[in-house]
């Protein structure tokens, strides 16, 4: 008897496995949960990417622009708006911190690059959303030139009410990107409430990302 | 057209597939002699089939036809003509054609070199390979076409993943799958084993020597795999734990155990349900790899395109194929006899302790793999496990392995004194350790432990086969006489070859890891590099280039030794046309000595950042790979196999060179 237990032993260590491969079916191994969420946003300024501003003007010259230049933290609410409605080119980017310029909205920041060919996966996503004018969205350029950042949304359009570069990768780090594109949601009190690894598609904007966006109340 | 063809050809397989499975069984339960001889021609006819399937798909990439939704996705009309043959195996349909035609070509070859077997055994054998096949063609039926039309079609394709346009490409997917695919041989024999209740010594001499073609053939293929990864892949390194490389690491870990195993089934008849379990492991871990690799559960840069449906059949599947076995080895195992009775200190006891560590090392390792998984199902949250895992669980078992590779073939079966087989090492353990502990003092870094540790271990093992070398040359007069080396059998050249083999790649690991020296700098040009006490590179030129399908930048190196130029390195960063994906094309100064790598990252202005690595002795980790393997076909070229067991009949026999 103990011989036929010890010779199905082999089986039982198999179905173990197999149950948690069943199971790990039904997960998806690139859904990588972010420290931020439910935490606040980092409110680090970035250089912008000029004359690029596209919709959603009247909030950002409601709210004030954050000017600190750096990386150093800009508290809410500190003055100096540039002029960012008109679109010819002006003065060299200024810095911008998009915490503070949509504090008290719901907002989506959307980390890409010219580089990255998920992004343009999901590109033409972000435009039907952008069209709809449910939020502002914050585009974030990782470790891309400008010159090459601007290209890109030339050639493919502009989703974005806001675009920041991010040359060196630091604010990167700071929002834990994993790898480009990544898309986060933050509430009106500034709370970090989802991230997305990988293309947008529209199985997540029609499944977590709409309920979510009505859930916040976004205009 | 071909591609209807190949559709057509595919579906004919499964029918053959079926008949292969269906008639010899039917033949044995029947005891009908013509149902079971039905075995052969379906085998062959089998193997005709996926061989024209397999020729029509790659016609199609040959000639671009992109109105194959394979080919428009994974092919394009500037790619090199090599590329685009090896493309056909580059995508997940195409790989599982690959997959089909490895098998249909083993069965084939077990179908033709088998004479020799008794009749029943040879038509469950056959039997057991056609029902797998059966699964691995609706698989591709019925989840992965790869005849799948595309309408309408493009013009031009999407061009395969430069990652894959590598010879590397060409090579290694079709090494690797021989030696999975392989274990299933040894999988079939241990079923048809077990249902017939047979597990002599002939049993296991004709299960060995497709055992260990199969183990050199995924050796080789691994090895492959690893050197493409360390040049193409810009990282400078060679092994990653990554969950794919696991995925075939656990097979070769099984198959290693099992190759011991089956000796001690054969000499002694010990192990015998050991061995079968072991049988049924090796082909059950391959199976499980292509299902980690092709459902999507767990993210690995070989991440084919997934899709649930068949990461639920591929389950299913192995359910079926490991859950039966396994079930029937629970059913049937008991009954196996033990085999002759053994010391606790003997060549059996030493074979079974290295089985016991392997099997461990395996797990280790699937538990390691699976263990991400595993804390996700329950809830636990999602982490990824590390080479500090791995390196810390797999180095300590493999130290006591190589202590008794050494002594294992010198010991003697079912009991050897202790101290006369001390007394035969005494010289080899005195030599390898004091080289061992003194040679790392003769390097210019700090003395580390570790090294010594590993430098012993690489000698010690070398020096085992040494001694073997040496008391084989002894003539009972008394003088060493080399040529009777010539009395040793393939099977003992070819251990002694893949344990030097396995010195080799003891000693690369160690001195790679100890001395490697690594620097991070951005060079523009004029620039001198200063990489260790007398090697330097000089930033030369940077220039623009164009090859078929990308263009790019290269930049070219000089290496200065004592100032003077002894060389050059001409690193690349590539931008492909089709999928704009860029690659780092790293240029690497090859030698046994070891190898000078430089990689490209970004462009500052006309700078560059250079990622510079010294490996010493890095290749001797392949060359003992090379040599594992090569040392598997020498053994199982062994005249021994080729040998007729009872039967009258002249059948051509052995199994040295398997179809193809």
Redesign the interface.
């Known amino acids: 008897m103990s011989?036929?237990i010890?010779?199905?032993i082999?089986?039982a260590v198999?179905?173990l496995?197999?149950w948690?491969?069943?199971?790990?079916?039904h997960?998806?191994?690139?859904?990588?949960?972010s420290p931020l969420i439910d935490r606040p946003a980092p409110l680090a300024a970035l250089e912008r990417l000029q004359n690029l501003e596209h919709h959603l003007a009247s909030a950002s010259q409601a709210v004030a622009t954050a000017s600190l230049q750096g990386s150093g933290l800009a508290p809410t609410g500190v003055a100096a708006s540039p002029s960012v409605s008109d679109g010819i080119g002006t003065s060299a980017p200024s810095s911008s911190s998009p915490a503070a310029l949509y504090a008290g909205k719901v907002w989506m920041l959307n980390v890409w690059g010219s580089?990255c060919?998920g992004c343009?996966l999901e590109h033409p996503l972000l435009n039907a959303l952008a069209a709809e004018r449910l939020l502002p969205i914050v585009g974030l350029a990782w470790?891309d030139s400008p010159a090459q950042a601007r290209q890109w949304l030339d050639r493919l359009g502009n989703p974005y009410s806001l675009v920041l570069m991010d040359l060196d990768g630091k604010a990167a780090i700071d929002w834990g990107v994993y790898g480009a594109p990544e898309t986060f949601v933050i509430d009106a009190r500034g709370m970090v409430r989802f991230k997305h690894v990988g293309p947008l598609s529209d199985e997540v904007v029609r499944g977590q990302l709409r309920p979510l966006l009505a859930r916040l109340g976004a205009s | 057209m071909s591609t209807e063809l190949g559709h057509l050809a595919l579906a004919l397989a499964l029918l053959s597939g079926l008949c292969l499975a269906v008639f010899p069984a039917l033949g044995v339960w029947r005891n009908d002699r013509r149902l079971m001889d039905m075995a052969t021609p379906a085998a062959y006819w089998q193997l005709l089939l996926v061989a024209l399937a397999f020729a029509c798909l790659i016609e199609n990439f040959v000639t671009h036809q992109f109105s194959n939704q394979l080919v428009a996705n994974h092919s394009n009309r500037d790619l090199p003509l090599n590329y685009r043959v090896a493309a056909s195996w580059g995508s997940h349909e195409g790989s599982m054609l690959l997959w089909i035609l490895m098998l249909a070509g083993w069965t084939a070859a077990v179908a033709a070199l088998s004479g020799n077997l008794p009749q029943g055994l040879r038509a469950r054998v056959l039997s057991v390979l056609g029902a797998i096949s059966i699964g691995f063609y609706l698989f591709a039926l019925l989840t992965s076409n790869p005849f799948e039309r595309a309408v309408p079609a493009p013009l031009n394709g999407r061009d395969l993943n430069p990652l894959l346009q590598d010879p590397g490409m060409v090579f290694h997917p079709p090494l690797l799958y021989m030696g999975y695919v392989g274990f299933a041989v040894a999988f079939a024999f241990a079923i048809a084993g077990l249902l017939e209740g047979r597990f002599d010594s002939a049993w296991a001499r004709w299960v060995r020597p497709w055992t260990i073609v199969a183990w050199a053939f995924l050796s080789l293929g691994i090895g492959l795999g690893s050197f493409w990864a360390y040049y193409e892949l810009g990282w400078g390194g060679w092994w990653f734990w990554d969950p794919v490389e696991n995925a075939s690491f656990m097979p070769w870990l099984t198959g290693t155990a099992l190759i011991h195993s089956l000796a001690v089934t054969e000499k002694r008849g010990n192990f015998r349900s050991w061995t079968v379990l072991l049988a049924i492991m090796a082909f059950s871990l391959s199976l499980l790899g292509t299902f980690l690799v092709r459902s999507g559960v767990l993210t690995s840069v070989h991440a084919f395109a997934t899709d649930p449906t068949r990461g639920v059949f591929i389950l299913i599947f192995l359910c079926l194929v490991i859950g039966g076995s396994l079930s029937l080895y629970a059913a049937r195992a008991h009954a196996v006899h033990a085999g002759l009775a053994y010391g606790l200190m003997s060549r059996e006891s030493m074979l079974l302790a290295n089985n016991i560590l392997m099997v461990v090392a395996m797990l280790a390792v699937l538990l390691g793999t699976l263990y991400p998984l595993v804390l996700d199902s329950l809830g636990q949250g999602r982490i990824s496990v590390g080479p500090p895992y791995f390196d810390a669980v797999f180095v300590p078992l493999m130290l006591p392995a190589l202590l008794l590779m050494a002594v294992g073939p010198l010991a003697r079966w079912r009991q050897t004194p202790v101290p006369a087989l001390a007394h035969r090492m005494r010289w080899a353990f005195a030599a390898s350790v004091t080289t061992g502990v003194l040679l790392p003092l003769t390097a210019p870094s700090d003395y580390k432990p570790a090294t010594a540790l590993g430098l012993i271990m690489a000698l010690w093992v070398a020096s085992g086969v040494v001694m073997a070398g040496l008391e084989n040359m002894k003539s009972p007069s008394g003088p060493l006489d080399p040529l009777r080396l010539r009395l040793q059998p393939g099977a003992w050249w070819g251990m002694q070859l893949a344990h030097l083999g396995v010195a080799a790649f003891v000693a690369g690991v160690t001195l790679v890891s100890s001395y490697e020296v690594e620097l991070e700098r951005k060079l523009a040009p004029g620039e001198v590099l200063q990489v260790d006490r007398d090697l330097a590179l000089r930033f030369a030129e940077a220039r623009l280039i164009r090859g078929p399908n990308y263009d790019g930048v290269q930049v070219r190196f000089e290496i200065l030794r004592a100032g003077e130029v002894v060389g050059e390195l001409s690193p690349e960063k590539r931008r492909y046309a089709a999928s704009r994906q860029v690659m780092t094309e790293a240029a690497i100064r090859r030698s046994l000595g070891g190898d000078l790598y430089v990689a490209l990252g970004e462009a500052v202005g006309d700078a560059w950042a250079v990622r510079v690595q010294k490996k010493p002795a890095v290749n001797w980790i392949w060359i003992g790979v090379v040599m594992m393997g090569l040392g598997g076909f020498w053994a199982a070229a062994d005249a021994r196999y080729r040998r007729r067991v009872g039967a009258a009949a002249a059948v051509p026999s052995g199994s040295a060179e398997p179809l193809r």
């Open positions: 011989r036929w010890r010779a199905s082999p089986l198999f179905l496995i197999a948690f491969l069943l199971q790990g079916l997960r998806n191994p690139r859904e990588i949960p580089w060919s343009q470790k």
